[in-house]
């Protein structure tokens, strides 16, 4: 079996919205090309690319750039040097490996310790092997991270690490099924949001920002360590690397920011997702953002049309969310940026 862009677990993701959200894009926008703001998964600009001829996708999240080039792109690496490295995997005797950093640090926690030592053995001959192209190994990559994802020993995201003796070996390494993109423009940047869009002009831009306290690169921070192979040193029981692409949307200034991020955007339509969590019990899911604030923000730039549907958000957690909905915003832009 193979990976396709979907096949991981993230906060937030958008799939299972995708055919609502996308028959409301493609009923009140226009246009040829889709800026997909905050991509995170990828799934979004996937689920659209039919409709565009150029697709922008963004995310600091390094292990998530790689995701991209490996599905938007994968189509053009050399699956013959792919495959060979499959069989030089599938070759590798457990029981031969040394420690290494993956598995020193994550051994026992968040994988098996024969699963990490694996984990990192693989990551290591990726980094090292020279017949590769850097596509080559971002498609590699990303099938590393599917697979450590899959088997990962947590409840979706790497915030803590469940509390268990003798986690079971379950690794496998699966590749990912990159997307045909053949005659698509597709653009990608690791760039702070506020920023990219003083850069970047497009006819309709996808805005879905983290709304609460969780910061993406602290929940998804072994993935992006195993991605960059920086080898950082890590702190505390759930073996971070120092703070790193923290996002302004997880704190209190949180409405200044998306309001600077709207009066700068160059598109014809805005269309903006949320989540009404903001009445939640728990802080960490508590949003940063409120309904009549994003609302107000778009009112600055053009006519905002809004829609609903229920949608069971994903809680790793035991908080229960009653009557959560979605909401879409499709803003028709009408008063231009200030750049």
């Known amino acids: 079996m193979k990976f396709n862009i979907e096949n991981r677990r993230y906060i937030g993701s958008k799939f299972k919205l995708m ?27 996937s689920y659209m690319l039919p409709h565009y001829d150029r697709i922008i996708l963004n ?38 490996i040394l420690d290494n ?47 450590t994802d899959k088997i990962a020993n947590t409840v979706g995201h790497y915030e803590a690490y469940r509390k268990r003796e003798n986690i079971k070996d379950r690794f496998l390494f699966e590749l990912v099924k990159p997307i045909n993109t053949i005659n698509k423009t597709i653009e990608i940047y690791r760039s702070d949001a506020n920023d990219l869009v003083k850069r970047i002009t497009a006819d309709i831009a996808f805005i879905d920002p983290p709304y609460n306290s969780r910061q993406y690169s602290r929940f998804y921070h072994v993935l992006d360590t195993l991605s960059q192979w920086d080898k950082p040193e890590l702190y505390g029981i ?45 802080k960490s ?17 053009g006519n905002t049309k809004q829609f609903e549907f229920p949608h069971i958000y994903f809680n790793a957690g035991k908080t229960s969310l009653q009557n959560h909905a979605e909401f879409v915003f499709i803003t028709e832009v009408t008063k231009k940026c200030k750049s």
Do not use: W
């Not at 899911?285 to 730039?301: A, D, M, R, W």
């Open 19 to 45: 055919p609502k959200i996308s028959d409301l894009i493609l009923s009140h926008t226009e246009g040829r090309s889709f800026f997909d703001v905050f991509a995170g998964t990828g799934v979004v600009s």
């Open 285 to 301: 899911s508590q949003n940063k953002i409120t309904h009549e604030q994003i609302l107000c923000s778009l009112g600055k730039v």
């Open 101 to 147: 950093y993956f598995s020193k640090n994550f051994g026992n926690t968040y994988f098996s310790q024969n699963d990490a030592r694996i984990i990192g053995e693989i990551r290591e001959r990726i980094e090292n092997n020279n017949l590769l192209s850097a596509l080559d190994k971002n498609v590699l990559l990303a099938s590393l991270i599917y697979s």
């Open 238 to 282: 759930a073996k971070k690397p120092k703070e790193q692409n923290m996002s302004e949307y997880c704190r209190v200034k949180a409405p200044d920011t998306f309001d600077d991020l709207i009066q700068n955007i160059d598109v014809r339509y805005i269309v903006t997702t949320y989540n009404n969590t903001y009445a939640s019990k728990s």
């Open 59 to 96: 995310d600091l999240l390094y292990s998530n750039n790689v995701i991209y080039d490996a599905f938007f792109n994968g189509y053009k690496s050399n699956r013959f040097l792919l495959q060979n490295f499959m069989a030089e995997i599938l070759d590798i005797h457990k029981d031969s």
